[in-house]
Structure formats: structure tokens, C-alpha cells
């Protein structure tokens, strides 16, 4: 106010203004494009606001919550997947010796050996493991094939797994780690994220359990993922180790999680 001016005060009305509700949700950052170790998915950031329709002002509500970023886990998880499978030797005695130690692992299925073995599909989801899409036929060379074919070997080896399992899977795997763009992309249309793997076990030689053992706990560390079969040939270095893996790395101060089941930092 100026000099001279005077202020003339009356008796007014008091008025309450509506309020809206404000929702502000914080999407988690995107994952990376191809997950070499176990990745925690992150949540959602979520707040809720009373905003004045006239004054502006705002006041947070109760229960909202900070986004927790995707990222890397730091801690000392590790993840056993098993590739090729189902099959009727193998699978039975790597879900025999999991059950046992308590540990859930993800089963990298190939499509036709699902339609094959239904049963074995069925006892992994229903002991708790992770459905992993491995394509519909096993193709070694899959990005050097037209589209049509990546969009069948892919879209079929999820759905005869959704078809015999009931379930989607998440999770895309490569047949022999081969991988494109394009490839990434058709997985990630039908909905699954792309595991490739951080410690080749280098099963496949079927060098002695003990050489086998000795090669998978040398390369531990946090979130590593670890590359097995369970079908596709041979597999009795795999399961004659695969207890005192399981042994050695709890020994090392490690747990088990899965792609599917990493808890948010």
C-alpha cells in the first residue's frame, strides 16, 4: 500500500472449493534389451494429490510410493536354467534333485518337446520353476531366417507352452545365445523378455561331474546366470553335480532366484 490509502475490511462468507484427485504414476525405466544376469524388474513409482479446483494448491494423500529402478542385483543370487528340455531321462531327475534342496530354476523349453512330454511341462510349473520360450524346433541360426519363420519358431514355442501349461511364459532364450534386433523384438511383441546367460557351464561336452562342478562354482558372483541342459542328449554330468552345485554355492553365500522371481532392490 501506498501513503494514504486506506484498507476497509467487511465481514465475508467463508467458502470451501472442490478438490480433485491427482494420480501421478512413475513408470520403472525400460530393461535392458538382452538380460545376461538377473535383472530385478523394478516397481512402479505411484503418488495421489487433492488439488483446489480454484486455489491450485495441493495435498499428497497417504500411501504413495517411490519407483524402485530396474537394474542388476547386487546381492549374492545366482540362477540355474536348463535348457532343451523337457525330457523323459534328464528332467525328471533335475526337478527330483531341485525339490530336494529347495531351490526353483528355469526350464528353457523347446516347443515340440513340450508337446511330447506335457507331464514334464506341467511338474515344473507346478513345483514352482520358471516356463522359458526356446523356440518352437531348436533353430541354431534363427536370425538368419525370414521373419515369418522367427515370428512361428517363436510365437509357437510360447504358445504350446501356454496351450499344454496354461500359462505365457516371460521369458525368451535363444538357442545357442544367437541373437538379432529382430529377434528381440518378436519376443518382446509377445510379451517376454530375452535371457541369455552369464556362466556357460559348457555342459554339453559332458566333461566329468567334478570338471563340471569346479567350472560352474569358479564363475559365480552376484546375479550370474547359469547355463545348463537338461535335454538335447547326454546329461548325466549335469544331474550325477547338480546337488553338490547346489551345496557348494549355498557353502559360497549364495541363494537361488529366477528371471521371473528376483526381488526389487
Not at 523394478?42 to 488439488?51: D, M
Not at 499428497?60 to 543370487?77: F, H, K, Q, W, Y
Request: glycine share 12%.
Amino acid at each position: 500500500m501506498r501513503r494514504g490509502m486506506r484498507l476497509r475490511v467487511v465481514d465475508g462468507q467463508d467458502r470451501v472449493e472442490q478438490a480433485v484427485r491427482q494420480v501421478i504414476d512413475t513408470p520403472v525405466p525400460n530393461l535392458p534389451v538382452v538380460e545376461h544376469w538377473l535383472i530385478h524388474a523394478g516397481e512402479p513409482g505411484h503418488r495421489s494429490y487433492l488439488v483446489g479446483e480454484r486455489s491450485g494448491e495441493r495435498e499428497e494423500e497417504p500411501g504413495g510410493r517411490d519407483m524402485i529402478g530396474a537394474g542388476p542385483v547386487t546381492s549374492n543370487l545366482i540362477g540355474l536354467t536348463f535348457d532343451d528340455g523337457p525330457d523323459p531321462t534328464w528332467t525328471p531327475i533335475v526337478l527330483a534333485v531341485l525339490r530336494d534342496k529347495g531351490v526353483k530354476a528355469t526350464f528353457c523349453d523347446v516347443g515340440y518337446r513340450v508337446f511330447e512330454y506335457p507331464q514334464l511341462v506341467r511338474a515344473e510349473l507346478a513345483e514352482g520353476h520358471t516356463l522359458c520360450d526356446h523356440t518352437n524346433g531348436h533353430v541354431i541360426d534363427l536370425p538368419r531366417k525370414p521373419h515369418d519363420v522367427i515370428e512361428a519358431q517363436v510365437g509357437d514355442g510360447a504358445r504350446v507352452i501356454h496351450d499344454i501349461s496354461g500359462d505365457w511364459p516371460a521369458i525368451y532364450r535363444p538357442p545357442g545365445g544367437s541373437l538379432s534386433q529382430e529377434v528381440v523384438d518378436v519376443a518382446r511383441a509377445h510379451g517376454m523378455r530375452t535371457l541369455h546367460w552369464s556362466c556357460d557351464s559348457l555342459d554339453y561336452r559332458r566333461p566329468p561331474p567334478p570338471v563340471l562342478l569346479e567350472r560352474i562354482l569358479g564363475c559365480l558372483g552376484p546375479g550370474v546366470v547359469v547355463l545348463m541342459h537338461d535335454g538335447g542328449g547326454d546329461r548325466s554330468s549335469t544331474v550325477a553335480m547338480l546337488g553338490a552345485l547346489i551345496d557348494g554355492a549355498r557353502a559360497r553365500g549364495f541363494g537361488f532366484s529366477t528371471p521371473a522371481d528376483v526381488p526389487a532392490a
